[in-house]
Each structure stands twice: as structure tokens, then as C-alpha cells.
């Protein structure tokens, strides 16, 4: 995911006869046609050809496999088709487990990445929603556990981490 719109929205693809840049897979297709973080509209009109392929119910985890290039960002990856699911599940809880969510039960802050604040509407209504979607990839390590105590008390507060946008060599 990246939030800078530069090489999304310059380059990209002709697929069935159609042009997609980045930003149209990503925002139009992978999140169901949805804004992006810096868009004023979404991405494919309601007259647009390409919005018959435009995911239906988008899956939050693409923003774990997606990369912008920027050291922010998730590793780059090779998925396959029928790896895909368990392979986006490895990637989302990779993310989280190393750094992209961190808690501190002390003063029973949550830091978390901000990927998931730029597309927090992929991941719940509210903060809660968001931290219990978070919780379903880490629950089983000390940091779920305590993650889940924090949102099951409703006492957290959530602090978006810095993003690095420094290029990934």
C-alpha cells in the first residue's frame, strides 16, 4: 500500500482491454472500489467497465502483501493462486509480530502501523472492530493476549506509528 499516489497513478497495466494504473488494482479492484487515503472519489465511476471486477467483499490482509518500495512497507513476497489464503494469513501476522502492532500494558497503549489508520475503514467501524481484527492474527503470542485484555476492557488508546518512507534497497 502506498499513500503517495506518484507511480500509482502513472504506470500501469492493460488488462482485457482495459488501462489500470496501481491505483486502480489496489483501491478499485483489491478494496472494492473504494477511496483511497489521499482520493476525493473512488477510483472506478458507477459507468465504468472495470467496476464489474472489483472485489466484492475485500480482504484487509492485501495490505500486508502489497508494497510501495518504502521500508514501511510489508517485504515483497511471491503469492500463488493456491497458496493465496494461507500465505496472506502468514504475511498479515508477520506484519503484526514484527513491529507493525506493538502494546505496552503498562500505559495500555497500542502502536500500530499507519496502514492500518490510512485504511482503517478495511479493518472496522471503530477502533474496537480494528483491534479485534488485529487480535485474531496475533492472540495466540504474550502481545494478543494482552492486546485482547486491553480491547475486552475497552482501556486503550491507540497511537499510529511513524511510516518510513525511506526506499527499501
Known amino acids: ?83 493465496l ?15 507493525g502492532c506493538e502494546v505496552e500494558g503498562e500505559s495500555r497503549k497500542v502502536f500500530l502501523s499507519a496502514i492500518l489508520n490510512w485504511y482503517r475503514v478495511d479493518f472496522g467501524r471503530s477502533e474496537g472492530e480494528m483491534l479485534r481484527w488485529v487480535c485474531g492474527f496475533i492472540c495466540n503470542s504474550e502481545k494478543g493476549r494482552l492486546l485482547q485484555e486491553l480491547v475486552d476492557t475497552k482501556q486503550f488508546k491507540i497511537v499510529w506509528q511513524s511510516y518510513d518512507w525511506g526506499l527499501n534497497h
Open 1 to 83: 500500500s502506498e499513500l503517495s499516489s506518484g507511480i500509482n497513478a502513472e504506470y500501469g497495466y492493460v488488462i482485457g482491454g482495459q488501462n489500470y494504473s496501481l491505483n486502480d488494482i489496489e483501491n478499485g479492484v483489491l478494496r472494492g472500489n473504494r477511496k483511497g487515503p489521499i482520493d476525493l472519489c473512488r477510483p472506478f465511476s458507477s459507468s465504468d467497465p472495470r467496476l464489474s471486477v472489483s472485489i466484492s467483499e475485500p480482504d484487509p490482509r492485501i495490505h500486508f502483501a502489497l508494497n510501495c518500495g518504502s521500508k514501511g512497507c510489508p517485504p515483497i513476497r511471491v503469492y500463488s493462486a493456491d497458496k
Open 85 to 99: 489464503d494461507s500465505q496472506l494469513t502468514r504475511a498479515t501476522k508477520s506484519f503484526l509480530m514484527s513491529g
